[in-house]
């Protein structure tokens, strides 16, 4: 044998069969190294070890068999796009006929005589009732190697999404290769130390058995190879929750490390002159949260911490405490809104609470235009404003600070990483709050966001009443709209109607906000009725807003560019159409806007039609509760966790087998193990082990904008 050694870091252009073509594919593909080649798993498996005989293929059933090709031929029948190829298959026990539509390339590549592997579903023909085979899966066995083992037959094999042109055969063939030169590689980007005790199989091992499983799962069929169970499995979706959670510990021990420039001066009576100024007292919660704030700001290094609390749980005061601790040590501070509306609220709300102490705040969006934008910017520079609120528009150039030591991020999910990384560097090393009003299971939170400290509001200010919310079946039941819509507005009231689409252009069958909008018009030509979605311009929302906040809209037709940063004390009701469309952590955040004043709130869920009983039984989740973490839980366990992570995972490993729901246990696992690693490495001082530095740069090799990630906070 021939072959041409391979060695890990290798170029793909090193394997036999892969040129330039196919590595520009591959490419395409994201694959882009013999590692990433390695990661490219099979979605499926098929057995085919123990082959049938012709004799006892059965209708309506797929097996796999050897078989000499006797005879191939081209039909071409009258009513029949294309032709039609059929085969007479034979082995020692029988005969049996195979036959395609269209692959008309069998006959040159299936000649007369040829041997092959096939598999397929037999049926008993419609034309003559004879059992033939359809459209099997063919793989030539190649009569010159005999000897060797293929990758294709006799085995269970790996079946690999095709892409580019690039077949299952290509895969399992190249892959299959690659795997016998690296034969006895004792490579392991997992530190040996982590894997036995867990009693996970090493790297190579786990490679092959991906790839070519010697064996079932246990008892089970060829399913069982894709359950967490199948150690080789579980060791790779061990091996991408420890990536994570090793990144995670690794940015917050030394990453974040660096003190402060200087240190905070908290006066004793901080705290009490502070709460004294307040118009309440604050929750249990909120003073959790007060202390844990100024542990970290006593600290000599830089706070990260991620503020979570459902809406209305009175984040912005935890966020005003921060700020008004690093004003009073000499520092300024930040405060970065999602939207104008939002930025506009919290620079009324923070001017009143730490206007008193003394703090001069500013408000920066890009509203503020000409001579009123080059005094604040001024101002800023000079230290003559202590706090800026503002939109993004905080991250242009334009803007800079004396000395800026305290930032807010609140929608931190409405930002990406980037936005954030340029207003942490205007200042030198400051502190950092996120807040968001997605509360995250508790569990993931600690794990997803292990870089981060975690603050939680689970408790909300007294008084607050919840939302009447209930579920209909339809607006078109009784006379919805007048006996439960109009009275409200007839009171002075405002209501919000909230679709998932724009228009109707969208998808057909789902209710949209502007088709809604014109019916409501027409409706009640008497009423105000407003329109506000995503693709009108931020002036004309700022304007619609405006208009809506000033009671002259009495009814807002809607999509969710609403779920943030509306503040209208006056809206009492919202009306959710096609709601099954929403996540429940998103509808919740909906419901948040309505009953915000002295009023009680009411908030209509209305699934479309042929909404199966499940989805009814997702949406009752929200009837029965007021609680943003129990929620997120539902969210989490029926829809995944993509929405709570969202710009997070930029930069991050992606999870390929991993399922941070199903697997939640090994995420626990991997988040200890790479505690009690990093917690080893860093025993010998600076000093890196050798398994840290092996476990780094693999990370660092197969996911080059990690390095990216690690340097932003
Ligand atoms: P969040 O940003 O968490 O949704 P906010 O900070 O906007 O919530 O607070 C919601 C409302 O509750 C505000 O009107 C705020 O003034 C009020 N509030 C906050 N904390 C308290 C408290 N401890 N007691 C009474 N009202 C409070
Ligand atoms: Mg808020």
Redesign the pocket.
Known sequence: MNRTPISLASPLTSIADVGPKRVEKLSRMGIHSILDLLYYFPFRYEDRRSGAKIAHLAPETSRGFIARVRSIRKRSLRNLRVPLIEADLEDETGTVRAVWFGQEYLLKTLPENASAFFFGKAEVSSFDGRLSVRSPVVERIDPEKKGQKSFHINRIVPVYHEAEGLGSTFFRKTIGTVLATLWGTDFDPVPRSVLEPLGLPTWFLSLVEIHFPKDLNGSGDTQSLLETDYPPRKRFIFEEFFFLEFLMGHKKREVQCTPRSTPYQIARDARRRFLESLP????KA?ERAFEEVQNDLETPQPMNRLLM?????????VAAWGIYLATSSGFQAAFMAPTEILAQQHFR?LGSLLGPHGIRTALLTHAIKGSERRALMEDSYMGNIELVIGTHALIQEALSFKRLGFIVV?EQHKFGVEQRKILIGKGETPDVLV?T?TPIPRSLALSYFGDLDISI?DEK????RPVETRLLASTEEGDFWDTEIRPSVDRGEQVYVVYPVIDSSAVKELKDATTMWGALSQKWPDIAVGLLTGRMTSDEKEEMMNRVEAGLVKVLVATTVIEVGV?VPNATVMVVENAERFGLAQLHQLR?RVG?GDLPGRFFLIPGNGVSGEGIDRLRVLTRSDDGFRIAEEDLRTRGPGEFLGTRQSGLPPFKVADLVRDAPLLEEARRSSHAFLEMASEGGSEKTWEWTTLMNFIRNRFPDVAEWLLVR
């Open positions: 309440f007292l604050p929750t909120q609390g459902d809406v209305g749980s009175g984040k912005t005061l709300t609140d807040m009003a509001l200010p007294p008084g607050r503040d948040g915000r």
